[in-house]
């Protein structure tokens, strides 16, 4: 029987983590602005990065707790989440353009982190040496992103482009907000971090509590509902930008959370502890996951707009998704 106190917990921690992700996102954008950083990036990285903040303090508090069916769960069901239902939701208020730089340059990166997983899976062991690989990715995606676009040409809307992407930051809770100064920033981005991290432990415990009295095995418990949690601030930002007309910021910061929560996230529980799976694992949700990706960037190569009908079955994809995982 599911109790008040793994209720509260549950909600609280998702609260927590939400501000805890506002405040370290608004803060990394604000320092990322003063320092030259195009919107683009902010999108890829800063906003990224703190999007995928709940995941790592999540999987990370799985991890230490020897709880990896649930860490990868969460990996694997924010990332579908990411490509189909949220992208798949955005389209649906409003048909986001594609940037061509995405196309060229992080989409195959995309593609191959999204294959990466059950390759890597293959023998059933994601191991040490494997998770420091993907930390590698990591940094590597991260350093030659801001190299090259320090090179790329300013063109003619680079001021809307910023303006989306402080958007994407200042409004993140849903409403415009002040600016803050270099110094507020930093303490805000390290109230975060901390936010997060107490979120993520009350969040794992109610969330432990309600699947067990549901009877939900850990696997399922971190693709739906610890997935779906973490996911919440790509959800808010995402579908937040889109009712403002500014979806196409929704794009990047999708498609960098993606590549951080395969790289970094994957990356550091493998570390912490190295994840052993079972065959069902590897059948259903590795699968579902390339399938869900592949889709996603079809869609998103095709005519570089995703069409309110490519959202409706992007979302449907997911629905799918869960679905098969359930029952097979």
């Known amino acids: 029987m599911v109790t008040t106190l793994d209720i509260v917990r549950l909600v609280v921690g998702i609260l927590i983590l939400y501000w805890g992700a506002e405040w370290l996102i608004r803060g990394s954008a604000t320092l990322a602005r003063a ?3 195009k919107a683009l990036v902010i999108g890829l990285t800063v906003v990224a990065y703190g999007t995928s903040a709940p995941e790592l303090a999540v999987s990370t508090q799985a991890a230490v707790d020897h709880l990896q069916p649930i860490a990868l769960g969460t990996v694997i069901g924010s990332c579908a989440a990411n490509i189909s239902l949220i992208l798949g939701l955005t389209a649906l208020i409003a048909p986001p353009t594609i940037d061509g730089r995405l196309i060229r340059r992080e989409i195959p990166v995309l593609i191959g982190s999204a294959i990466a997983v059950p390759v890597m899976l293959a023998d059933g062991v994601l191991s040490r040496v494997e998770g420091m690989a993907l930390i590698g990715c990591a940094m590597v995606f991260t350093i030659v992103t801001l190299t090259v676009s320090s090179r790329d040409e300013a063109d003619e809307d680079d001021a809307i482009k910023a303006r989306e992407a402080e958007d994407a ?19 805000m981005s390290a109230a975060g971090l901390g936010l997060l991290v107490v979120g993520s432990d009350q969040f794992v415990a109610g969330a432990r509590g309600v699947a067990g009295a549901l009877g939900q095995s850990e696997r399922m418990l971190g693709m739906t509902i610890i997935a779906l949690g973490t996911s919440m601030p790509e959800l808010i930002a ?5 009712t403002r007309g500014q979806s196409a910021i929704a794009v990047g910061s999708v498609i960098g959370s993606n590549l951080l929560n395969v790289f970094l996230v994957l990356g550091v529980v493998a570390y912490l502890r190295p994840i052993r799976v079972g065959e069902r694992m590897h059948v259903v949700d590795l699968a579902g996951l390339v399938a869900i990706t592949l889709l996603g960037v079809l869609f998103m190569r095709g005519s570089r707009r995703i069409s309110r009908l490519e959202g409706a079955i992007l979302v449907a994809a997911y629905v799918g998704f869960i679905v098969a995982a359930s029952l097979l």
Do not use: D, K, Q
């Not at 409004?171 to 303490?187: F, K, L």
């Open 35 to 37: 320092l030259g950083v």
């Open 238 to 242: 995402s579908l937040v930008a889109a």
């Open 169 to 187: 930051g200042a409004s993140y809770g849903g409403r415009a907000r002040a600016r803050v100064g270099p110094v507020m920033a930093i303490v």
